[in-house]
């Protein structure tokens, strides 16, 4: 069953109606406003002096909107969709403001930010309707980050852990892998207890159809949300798209339950944002924004968190994504939201470039939360990786032109491309704890040191069967405990020299 977006923005606004129907409104039901001009997906109204900020409208034409900009006696309202208002309607507060419908019911949904269904699967049934502006818990209602939050990107989980209730900006240029990387973490959540809500704000159809693609073919798209506001849709969906999706996760979070929230991307979404402040005529500030870019982010993403266990203990943890020109992570947006996270994984066009991907600049980026909630295996063989790692970049980059190395160097840099080419992954293939564990395993005891280079990739692709044969015992260990006793290294170690003793050329030319 299909419903128009027109039908199902009046169920909306008569349900958002009815359920304030025996609210004492303010301001007064019978306090009339009128359009003083329109356009553009805004327009100013007059006469509806107590509305405060954020409040519901409705046009006489049919229309709705939320005030966005208050003056002494005007007020700049935001559309909810492209309707044609024109000046010298009628305008009338609705008493609320803008809601979006929460629960069990939007999973697996495609819907927009005011929670109408974009997919064929009919009305949704909400447990209630949120306003998609809430504050975030305050300190006391907040615990320390302390579980983990497995994205299945070896890199991310070796270097950058994320924990549940962290705020991580994922920024890079265009067509750098951001998306990529928010992606798999979603996809690696069908084996965890993590709700998935993936915001798209203006991005083109076809890019998240293909996000809702892959979840659905790799991931569990019953347990993710997707709120989307395309490029096309008015800029006032657009804005309201990153509130709705956190509101949605909140839901969750405030049962004890854990979400994820994927915003793509924050950049577009400041540029929305100024659109709708110069159009209001405010005042604008560095690259045209207005002051309050920075706080209607920080607002957004202090509501991740990790509440206390008097509040059940439920997580909500974000993953911003933000789009930078040319690497310039000192312009106003990406230097606002790498203040406001706790971490940023920097995306690199020339790493990118060069084929390697994910392409994550290791010397820029940093979690500065999740590193406690990393699983003790992972802490223990990784904790030389990013020094190693570094240093031959260094090392690689100095001797380029060299012609005689001494042995110590050589065997570095051997070890270093090793790194790199473990770290190398595909997409859509996150892997468990136990198999990142294997890999870098192999990678700390130097088990890869004599394989050629171009046998990696066949190690990778066939190390997850090998282990499942020869020691599941161990991986599910690995798994359930997250630590690696000395009897279950050996085995593992054991086992990983002889699946690189097949893969070792001398060695199959001798067998054959
Ligand atoms: N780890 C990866 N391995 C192979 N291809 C990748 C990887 N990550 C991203 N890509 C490809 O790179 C392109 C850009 O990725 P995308 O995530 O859309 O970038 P962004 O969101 O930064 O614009 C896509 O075609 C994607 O399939
Ligand atoms: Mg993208």
């Given at each position: 069953?299909?419903?128009?977006?027109?039908?199902?923005?009046?169920?909306?606004?008569?349900?958002?109606?009815?359920?304030?129907?025996?609210?004492?409104?303010?301001?007064?039901?019978?306090?009339?406003?009128?359009?003083?001009?329109?356009?553009?997906?805004?327009?100013?109204v007059?006469?509806l002096?107590?509305l405060p900020l954020g409040a519901l409208m409705?046009?006489?034409?049919?229309?709705?909107g939320f005030a966005h900009a208050l003056?002494?006696?005007?007020i700049g309202c935001v559309?909810?969709?492209?309707?044609?208002?024109?000046?010298?309607?009628?305008?009338?507060g609705?008493?609320?403001?803008?809601?979006?419908?929460?629960?069990?019911?939007?999973?697996?949904?495609?819907?927009?930010?005011?929670?109408?269904?974009?997919?064929?699967?009919?009305?949704?049934?909400?447990?209630?309707?949120?306003?998609?502006?809430?504050?975030?818990?305050?300190?006391?209602?907040?615990?320390?980050?302390?579980?983990?939050?497995?994205?299945?990107?070896?890199?991310?989980?070796?270097?950058?852990?994320?924990?549940?209730?962290?705020?991580?900006?994922?920024?890079?240029?265009?067509?750098?892998?951001?998306?990529?990387?928010?992606?798999?973490?979603?996809?690696?959540?069908?084996?965890?207890?993590?709700?998935?809500?993936?915001?798209?704000?203006?991005?083109?159809?076809?890019?998240?159809?293909?996000?809702?693609?892959?979840?659905?073919?790799?991931?569990?798209?019953?347990?993710?949300?997707?709120?989307?506001?395309?490029?096309?849709?008015?800029?006032?969906?657009?804005?309201?798209?990153?509130?709705?999706?956190?509101?949605?996760?909140?839901?969750?979070?405030?049962?004890?339950?854990?979400?994820?929230?994927?915003?793509?991307?924050?950049?577009?979404?400041?540029?929305?944002?100024?659109?709708?402040?110069?159009?209001?005529?405010?005042?604008?500030?560095?690259?045209?924004?207005?002051?309050?870019?920075?706080?209607?982010?920080?607002?957004?993403?202090?509501?991740?968190?990790?509440?206390?266990?008097?509040?059940?203990?439920?997580?909500?943890?974000?993953?911003?994504?933000?789009?930078?020109?040319?690497?310039?992570?000192?312009?106003?947006?990406?230097?606002?939201?790498?203040?406001?996270?706790?971490?940023?994984?920097?995306?690199?066009?020339?790493?990118?470039?060069?084929?390697?991907?994910?392409?994550?600049?290791?010397?820029?980026?940093?979690?500065?939360?999740?590193?406690?909630?990393?699983?003790?295996?992972?802490?223990?063989?990784?904790?030389?990786?990013?020094?190693?790692?570094?240093?031959?970049?260094?090392?690689?980059?100095?001797?380029?032109?060299?012609?005689?190395?001494?042995?110590?160097?050589?065997?570095?840099?051997?070890?270093?491309?090793?790194?790199?080419?473990?770290?190398?992954?595909?997409?859509?293939?996150?892997?468990?704890?136990?198999?990142?564990?294997?890999?870098?395993?192999?990678?700390?005891?130097?088990?890869?040191?004599?394989?050629?280079?171009?046998?990696?990739?066949?190690?990778?692709?066939?190390?997850?069967?090998?282990?499942?044969?020869?020691?599941?015992?161990?991986?599910?260990?690995?798994?359930?405990?997250?630590?690696?006793?000395?009897?279950?290294?050996?085995?593992?170690?054991?086992?990983?020299?002889?699946?690189?003793?097949?893969?070792?050329?001398?060695?199959?030319?001798?067998?054959?």
């Amino acid at each position: 069953m299909t419903i128009t977006l027109r039908e199902s923005l009046d169920l909306w606004l008569k349900a958002a109606e009815a359920r304030l129907a025996d609210v004492v409104l303010a301001p007064p039901p019978d306090q009339i406003g009128v359009v003083e001009q329109a356009g553009d997906g805004i327009a100013f109204v007059r006469g509806l002096p107590d509305l405060p900020l954020g409040a519901l409208m409705r046009f006489e034409s049919g229309a709705s909107g939320f005030a966005h900009a208050l003056d002494e006696d005007l007020i700049g309202c935001v559309l909810l969709d492209f309707d044609p208002v024109k000046a010298g309607e009628q305008v009338r507060g609705l008493g609320g403001v803008v809601t979006t419908p929460v629960g069990e019911a939007l999973l697996g949904r495609i819907v927009d930010p005011l929670g109408r269904p974009l997919d064929e699967h009919g009305p949704i049934a909400a447990v209630r309707y949120d306003p998609v502006e809430r504050a975030a818990p305050g300190i006391i209602e907040r615990d320390l980050v302390t579980q983990p939050l497995q994205t299945g990107i070896k890199l991310v989980d070796a270097l950058f852990a994320l924990g549940r209730g962290q705020r991580e900006l994922i920024i890079g240029d265009r067509e750098t892998g951001k998306t990529a990387i928010a992606v798999d973490a979603i996809i690696n959540q069908r084996n965890s207890d993590v709700i998935c809500i993936y915001v798209a704000v203006g991005q083109k159809s076809s890019t998240v159809r293909q996000v809702i693609d892959a979840v659905a073919a790799h991931g569990d798209p019953q347990r993710c949300i997707f709120v989307v506001a395309g490029p096309s849709t008015a800029p006032g969906l657009q804005w309201l798209a990153p509130y709705a999706g956190f509101a949605m996760a909140e839901y969750f979070r405030d049962q004890g339950g854990h979400a994820l929230v994927v915003v793509d991307d924050l950049s577009k979404h400041a540029a929305t944002h100024r659109e709708l402040s110069l159009l209001m005529r405010q005042p604008s500030g560095r690259e045209a924004y207005p002051g309050d870019v920075f706080h209607i982010h920080a607002r957004l993403l202090e509501r991740a968190a990790k509440l206390s266990a008097a509040l059940g203990g439920g997580t909500l943890t974000a993953l911003p994504i933000a789009q930078t020109e040319a690497g310039n992570l000192s312009a106003y947006i990406p230097t606002n939201l790498i203040s406001i996270t706790d971490g940023q994984i920097v995306l690199s066009a020339k790493l990118f470039g060069e084929g390697q991907k994910p392409a994550v600049d290791i010397g820029l980026s940093v979690s500065r939360v999740g590193g406690k909630t990393q699983a003790p295996v992972l802490r223990e063989l990784a904790e030389t990786l990013r020094l190693d790692y570094a240093q031959f970049l260094e090392l690689e980059l100095f001797t380029r032109f060299s012609t005689t190395l001494d042995p110590r160097t050589q065997a570095q840099i051997e070890h270093g491309r090793r790194i790199r080419a473990v770290l190398t992954q595909a997409q859509y293939a996150p892997l468990s704890l136990a198999h990142e564990a294997a890999e870098l395993l192999a990678l700390h005891d130097g088990l890869l040191d004599g394989l050629p280079l171009d046998r990696i990739e066949a190690f990778k692709h066939q190390l997850p069967a090998w282990l499942e044969q020869s020691c599941k015992g161990v991986l599910d260990r690995i798994e359930a405990e997250r630590t690696l006793d000395p009897s279950d290294r050996d085995r593992l170690r054991a086992a990983i020299e002889d699946l690189v003793k097949t893969l070792t050329p001398s060695a199959s030319q001798a067998s054959a």
